[in-house]
């Protein structure tokens, strides 16, 4: 007997036994249940089949068939909710940087991002360097507390003025820099001044330290420095975070007498200004660091080598003088005591030898490419969209949409088509002007993949466009 009733009577006679005998044991044989019950082979195989279907089984082929080990009864869920209570209400917000460092997914053309693609990293240099780090003497013994020497005086050195290597610290990455320099400079429930677009990450930072964010805007030349006096006055902010070389999203540089304009204000407010020189080294034309025409210890500066490397290069250096550098050594003493040695050692060797020179010059040729090429796709397919400014340099064009375009529904129909970028919101403190998209060119894998992207965004704007 075949037959469906047949099949489930045997299964229901071999779960019961399944049951009684308990898990690890070993079933009648195939031959005794055909002879126990008078059943075909056929009936046997689909009966235990279903068993095994059901998860209650385990055939094993030579052996036999054996009841499932038993499984941990699922616990009941653990109430949490009382943490809530515990943590208050200074939240971290990480969704704005985990969009940024995203990843696009296979056949996705990603026109956001923030560092170099494989192709322009120089990861086999590094990987050079990196061997070379490695069999320096006490490359796996504990580094100066503040860094090497010799890196720290790289640092200083690039950064120009008369700053020295006493006065760098080396930490893990631009991003801890600005953790530290936030959380060091200002006490938490007090503003911060910030320009407005500014960095996402910038924003996340100030708010986890306890500090209140507060706009100040910018134009095509950067912030504005009557603004800046206005706000230190009206806010009583103690410090002030800028990008003055190819500010992210807009991609402004602020000319040398801004410059000297914004250290005037800070100095006269006694506010620190904290340089996030993150895009130094994406163009040939940055203007003097603020910090190198700083004389009065107002400038707290960051400088890093993961844009210009790679994402695994967390290495960077903060400059500051005085009781702030203080400070901002112990913040990373307490937090992290130092950066591992090899990765200190990798990047002295990468900065000291030609290669240096050679992949600045490549990533400095395939910027203005890129730049270009991006621009020019923007004003062939999306013309009703503008460019805020062509930029010195740097990943990204900063782009107004028209009024009628709903940026969520445009940054959301791009990824139905096939495209990633960036919506502006992200990038404001407080409410938007209008809708804005940052758009990538660095993160595309070629201009044929560059110009597909600008493309795909065209037709994402076609559908969220109203028409009549």
Same mark, same amino acid.
């Given at each position: 007997?075949?037959?469906?009733? /047949? !099949?489930?009577?045997?299964?229901?006679?071999?779960?019961?036994?399944?049951?009684?005998?308990?898990?690890?044991?070993?079933?009648?044989?195939?031959?005794?249940?055909?002879?126990?019950?008078?059943?075909?082979?056929?009936?046997?195989?689909?009966?235990?089949?279903?068993?095994?279907?059901?998860?209650?089984?385990?055939?094993?082929? &030579?052996?036999? =068939?054996?009841?499932?080990?038993?499984?941990?009864? *699922?616990?009941?869920?653990?109430?949490? %909710?009382?943490?809530?209570?515990?943590?208050?209400?200074?939240?971290?917000?990480?969704?704005?940087? +985990?969009?940024?460092?995203?990843?696009?997914?296979?056949? =996705?053309?990603?026109?956001?991002?923030?560092?170099?693609?494989?192709?322009?990293?120089?990861?086999?240099?590094?990987?050079?360097?990196?061997?070379?780090?490695?069999?320096?003497?006490?490359?796996? *013994?504990?580094?100066?507390?503040?860094?090497?020497?010799?890196?720290?005086?790289?640092?200083?050195?690039?950064?120009?003025?008369?700053?020295?290597?006493?006065?760098?610290?080396?930490?893990? &990455?631009?991003?801890?820099?600005?953790?530290?320099?936030?959380?060091?400079?200002?006490?938490?429930?007090?503003?911060?001044?910030?320009?407005?677009?500014?960095?996402?990450?910038?924003?996340? +930072?100030?708010? +986890?330290?306890?500090?209140?964010?507060?706009?100040?805007?910018?134009?095509?030349?950067?912030?504005?420095?009557?603004?800046?006096?206005?706000?230190?006055?009206?806010?009583?902010?103690?410090?002030?975070?800028?990008?003055?070389?190819?500010?992210?999203?807009?991609?402004?540089?602020?000319?040398?007498?801004?410059?000297?304009?914004?250290?005037?204000?800070?100095?006269? +407010?006694?506010? @620190?200004? =904290?340089?996030?020189?993150?895009?130094?080294?994406?163009?040939?034309?940055?203007?003097?660091?603020?910090?190198?025409?700083?004389?009065?210890?107002?400038?707290?500066?960051?400088? %890093?080598?993961?844009? !210009?490397?790679?994402?695994?290069?967390?290495?960077?250096?903060? !400059?500051?003088?005085?009781?702030?550098?203080?400070?901002?050594?112990? /913040?990373? @003493?307490?937090?992290? @005591? @130092?950066?591992?040695?090899?990765?200190?050692?990798?990047?002295?060797?990468?900065?000291? /030898?030609?290669?240096?020179?050679?992949?600045?010059?490549?990533?400095?040729?395939?910027?203005?490419?890129?730049?270009?090429?991006?621009?020019?796709?923007?004003?062939?397919?999306?013309?009703?969209?503008?460019?805020?400014?062509?930029?010195?340099?740097?990943?990204?064009?900063?782009?107004?949409?028209?009024?009628?375009?709903?940026?969520?529904?445009?940054?959301?129909?791009?990824?139905?088509?096939?495209?990633?970028?960036?919506?502006?919101?992200?990038?404001?403190?407080?409410?938007?002007?209008?809708?804005?998209?940052?758009?990538?060119? !660095?993160?595309?894998?070629?201009?044929?993949?560059?110009?597909?992207?600008?493309?795909?965004?065209?037709?994402?704007?076609?559908?969220?466009?109203?028409?009549?």
């Amino acid at each position: 007997m075949d037959n469906d009733s /047949s !099949i489930a009577q045997i299964a229901a006679i071999l779960r019961e036994e399944a049951g009684r005998l308990g898990p690890g044991a070993r079933l009648p044989s195939s031959r005794e249940i055909m002879r126990r019950h008078n059943v075909s082979p056929v009936t046997v195989s689909r009966a235990i089949g279903q068993l095994a279907a059901e998860g209650r089984v385990v055939a094993r082929p &030579g052996n036999g =068939v054996f009841v499932t080990p038993q499984v941990a009864a *699922a616990q009941e869920a653990v109430d949490l %909710s009382w943490q809530t209570v515990a943590l208050g209400d200074r939240v971290v917000d990480e969704k704005p940087v +985990a969009t940024l460092l995203g990843t696009a997914a296979d056949g =996705v053309v990603p026109l956001t991002g923030g560092y170099l693609p494989a192709g322009l990293r120089p990861d086999k240099q590094l990987g050079a360097a990196a061997a070379r780090a490695v069999r320096r003497p006490d490359a796996w *013994a504990m580094p100066p507390l503040a860094g090497l020497q010799e890196l720290r005086r790289w640092f200083a050195t690039q950064t120009g003025g008369d700053v020295t290597a006493a006065d760098a610290l080396i930490v893990s &990455g631009g991003q801890a820099a600005l953790t530290h320099a936030f959380r060091a400079l200002a006490a938490p429930g007090t503003p911060v001044l910030v320009e407005t677009p500014t960095y996402p990450g910038a924003l996340a +930072a100030a708010r +986890a330290a306890g500090l209140r964010p507060t706009a100040v805007p910018v134009d095509r030349d950067g912030v504005r420095p009557e603004l800046l006096a206005e706000a230190f006055a009206v806010t009583g902010a103690r410090v002030f975070f800028c990008q003055p070389t190819l500010q992210n999203p807009t991609g402004a540089t602020l000319p040398v007498e801004r410059r000297e304009q914004v250290l005037q204000v800070a100095r006269a +407010a006694g506010a @620190f200004v =904290v340089e996030d020189d993150f895009a130094r080294y994406l163009t040939e034309q940055a203007p003097a660091s603020l910090a190198s025409m700083d004389q009065h210890g107002t400038v707290v500066h960051v400088r %890093s080598l993961t844009k !210009i490397l790679s994402p695994s290069m967390r290495v960077a250096a903060v !400059i500051a003088r005085g009781p702030a550098g203080h400070r901002l050594r112990a /913040s990373q @003493f307490v937090e992290s @005591f @130092f950066v591992a040695r090899p990765l200190q050692e990798t990047a002295l060797e990468f900065v000291g /030898s030609p290669a240096w020179q050679r992949h600045l010059a490549a990533v400095h040729s395939e910027i203005r490419t890129r730049r270009d090429a991006l621009a020019a796709a923007l004003a062939t397919h999306l013309p009703q969209a503008e460019v805020h400014l062509l930029p010195i340099g740097g990943m990204h064009l900063w782009v107004r949409l028209p009024a009628e375009i709903d940026e969520n529904a445009l940054v959301e129909a791009a990824r139905r088509n096939g495209a990633l970028v960036s919506p502006g919101r992200l990038y404001y403190p407080s409410e938007p002007p209008g809708p804005r998209i940052r758009v990538t060119h !660095i993160a595309a894998a070629h201009l044929a993949e560059l110009h597909e992207g600008v493309r795909r965004l065209a037709r994402a704007a076609a559908e969220v466009t109203p028409t009549g």
